[in-house]
């Protein structure tokens, strides 16, 4: 679990208000152990009469400072995790620094692979492009050892 405290801190160094929605977002998503939904989160908020716009523009918020990442499942629908480097408190975020992931179709846990298996690959593709590369994210989908038994 991330401490909610960080990511307020995050948010105010960016020059972004915390309201107390705000806060109520940022500490629903920091207790989330598996990758969910804008409505999930809107139903889990909703009593506390936080409106369905500011759960949605919060995730966005957290999405572009990096704190969030957007997942796909194989359900289709749009859910969100936090980031690596949120998890790991690491604040670098250089074209070379980044996270590929390994998704369960099941249960939604991800893993983060140590390194980058398309690195090479990136390096060649630029070079026969022509373009200058500024990212990528590759996310490989099985099936988890706990969902496989």
């Not at 804008?38 to 400072?65: D, H, N, S, W």
């Amino acid at each position: 679990m991330v401490d909610a405290l960080h990511l307020t801190e995050i948010i105010k160094q960016k020059g972004f208000r915390l309201t107390i929605a705000r806060q109520n977002v940022v500490d629903m998503v920091c207790k989330s152990l598996y990758p969910f939904t804008a409505e999930e989160m809107y139903a889990q908020l909703k009593e506390q009469g936080i409106g369905r716009a500011t759960v949605f523009r919060t995730l966005k918020l957290l999405q572009e400072l990096d704190v969030l990442v957007r997942v796909h499942l194989e359900e289709g629908c749009q859910h969100y995790q936090l980031s690596a480097a949120t998890i790991n408190a690491s604040h670098c975020h250089t074209e070379d620094h980044h996270h590929d992931r390994i998704i369960c179709r099941h249960c939604g846990e991800i893993s983060y692979l140590d390194e980058c298996p398309m690195k090479t690959n990136v390096n060649e593709i630029a070079k026969r492009s022509g373009y200058r590369i500024q990212g990528h994210h590759l996310d490989l989908y099985g099936v988890c050892r706990g969902c496989d038994k």
